[in-house]
């Protein structure tokens, strides 16, 4: 199911049940969120800056989901990479979008330094991790979909 309604400054086709779990319980999305939404979900590129708790992570997050839903479905390896300055941060958005993710059937990893190694990133569609060169090697040598190479040239 999607939504079509222009005037809400989304583009046409965003799927219904992507926003409805990332923000249905809103009663409109932030100035932030509505701004990043579109060029995100259209395959462009942007910066986000916005103050802490105006909603960036859910102004990046959800219009990738948007977007790259089916491949996210396809089982294939990680599709998103979300790359974060602190551990903290990770295990807050952990606690955060699991259940979003959840909801949708997409599945999430955390990758940090007091994560073990033992976490099956091999099931992981998005993965939240720190800037570490060895995460990242690993994670482009052996679990990356071909989507993610499809998508982020």
Do not use: W
């Given at each position: 199911?999607?939504?079509?309604?222009?005037?809400?400054?989304?583009?046409?086709?965003?799927?219904?049940?992507?926003?409805?779990?990332f923000f249905g319980?809103?009663?409109?999305?932030?100035?932030?969120?509505?701004?990043?939404?579109?060029?995100?979900?259209?395959?462009?590129?942007?910066?986000?800056?916005?103050?802490?708790g105006s909603g960036?992570?859910?102004?990046?997050?959800?219009?990738?989901?948007?977007?790259?839903?089916?491949?996210?479905?396809?089982?294939?390896?990680?599709?998103?990479?979300?790359?974060?300055?602190?551990?903290?941060?990770?295990?807050?958005?952990?606690?955060?979008?699991?259940?979003?993710?959840?909801?949708?059937?997409?599945?999430?990893?955390?990758?940090?330094?007091?994560?073990?190694?033992?976490?099956?990133?091999?099931?992981?569609?998005?993965?939240?991790t720190t800037l570490?060169?060895?995460?990242?090697?690993?994670?482009?040598?052996?679990?990356?979909?071909?989507?993610?190479?499809?998508?982020?040239?």
């Amino acid at each position: 199911m999607i939504i079509a309604k222009p005037s809400h400054g989304l583009p046409v086709g965003s799927r219904r049940n992507v926003l409805e779990t990332f923000f249905g319980s809103f009663q409109r999305l932030r100035p932030i969120q509505q701004a990043a939404y579109g060029p995100i979900s259209l395959g462009g590129n942007i910066i986000i800056c916005s103050a802490t708790g105006s909603g960036k992570t859910e102004a990046a997050v959800a219009p990738l989901i948007d977007r790259l839903y089916d491949d996210l479905h396809a089982g294939a390896g990680i599709v998103i990479v979300y790359l974060c300055p602190t551990k903290a941060l990770i295990n807050d958005l952990r606690q955060r979008l699991a259940p979003r993710c959840l909801a949708l059937g997409i599945s999430l990893a955390i990758r940090h330094g007091d994560q073990p190694n033992d976490v099956d990133l091999a099931k992981a569609a998005l993965l939240i991790t720190t800037l570490n060169l060895s995460t990242c090697f690993c994670a482009a040598a052996t679990l990356l979909s071909p989507a993610f190479g499809r998508h982020h040239r």
